[in-house]
């Protein structure tokens, strides 16, 4: 090889690895500070959501530091690496929680107006106690109640959300949550273990140049949960958001999510050809958190939330 040769080799691998430092440090800053970017033009709500995939940027620049060698390449790369791990990791490992002393296992699902049927016998059949649907089509809430009426017949329906209760519901309210009509509902289930405050959801859709009714249902919901002093809470159903949306913080500052059971986030959205964003959610406060999954029920573009809690907790 030709000294000329040898130094274009060389200038070419310095431009590479000075690129991979350039692009490790961006992406770590990215990961940190994905919320202080501006939302102009959806820029905010893109890298918010899709936050946890950006993870994906590390394995193909590591493939990138193989072809430029030079140790600083491989160095650098720890920042990315450790920022995801650090803000990722935990709720990226299952979920290892113990076995209930008070069972109550809680579904929800988007039913996208068909296969509403199915979805609720299906989530029947996995042990759900409390089951929430959202969307519910044109007579389908009578439909799913005639369905459940033995099981569940404790019922509960706003608009095109619903609530079937194993157990008896108190004090069912309907929430509008700045909206001006209800899209959500507030309610009391009376279990064996005592009283469970109950909020199912369905917060406007995102959308990346408009999604301020969702900004608003979700802080709205934030300040009525930080004024709730029941003693255990859960929340449950489609939040339009994922837990590293700037926006969710209102309610995530007062909520703890339930975590996944398996390896993964535990995705919902959309069903097919795979989920990509957790936008339904299984929330609590005042009992121990427990472990969640996710199932592909019914025809929905979601996939259903199926939480597992201890109401003996706390």
């Keep these: 090889m030709s000294h000329a040769a040898h130094n274009r080799l060389t200038a070419g691998r310095m431009a590479a690895r000075l690129l991979i430092v350039l692009l490790s440090l961006a992406l770590t800053i990215v990961l940190v500070a994905h919320r202080s970017f501006p939302e102009r033009g959806g820029l905010g709500l893109f890298l918010d959501n899709l936050a946890p995939w950006l993870g994906l940027g590390i394995p193909m620049l590591f493939l990138w530091a193989l072809v430029a060698r ?65 969307e519910l089509g044109e007579g389908q809430a009578g439909e ?17 959300v619903g609530v079937y209760s194993k157990y008896q519901i108190l004090d069912e309210q309907p929430l509008d949550l700045g909206l001006g009509w209800a899209r959500a ?18 917060v406007a859709s995102a959308r990346p140049l408009e999604h301020t009714e969702r900004d608003l249902m979700l802080a709205n919901l934030g300040s009525t949960l930080a004024a709730d002093r029941s003693a255990k ?8 958001a994922t837990n590293t949306d700037r926006h969710f913080q209102p309610v995530s500052n007062q909520l703890n999510k339930v975590p996944h059971e398996h390896w993964g986030f535990g ?35 979601h996939r259903a939330v199926i939480a597992t809690l201890d109401l003996a907790s706390e």
């Design 70 to 134: 030079g140790r600083i390449s491989f160095l650098v790369l720890l920042l990315p690496a450790v920022a995801w791990s650090w803000i990722f990791g935990a709720a990226f490992l299952p979920a290892n929680a113990p076995e209930p002393a008070a069972k109550f296992t809680v579904a929800t699902q988007n039913v996208h107006q068909d296969g509403a049927l199915s979805s609720a016998e299906d989530l029947a059949a996995q042990g759900a106690d409390l089951i929430s649907l959202q």
């Design 144 to 160: 799913v109640g005639a369905l459940l009426k033995e099981t569940h017949p404790h019922q509960y329906t706003v608009g095109t």
């Design 185 to 202: 509902v507030q309610l009391r289930v009376r279990t064996d273990a005592g009283d469970v405050t109950v909020y199912a959801v369905h």
């Design 233 to 240: 809470i859960i929340a449950l159903g489609d939040f339009n």
């Design 267 to 301: 995705m919902t959205w959309p069903n097919r050809p795979m989920p990509m964003l957790g936008i339904d959610h299984v929330l609590v406060r005042g009992l121990d958190i427990g472990s969640s999954d996710t199932l592909a029920v019914g025809d929905s573009d």
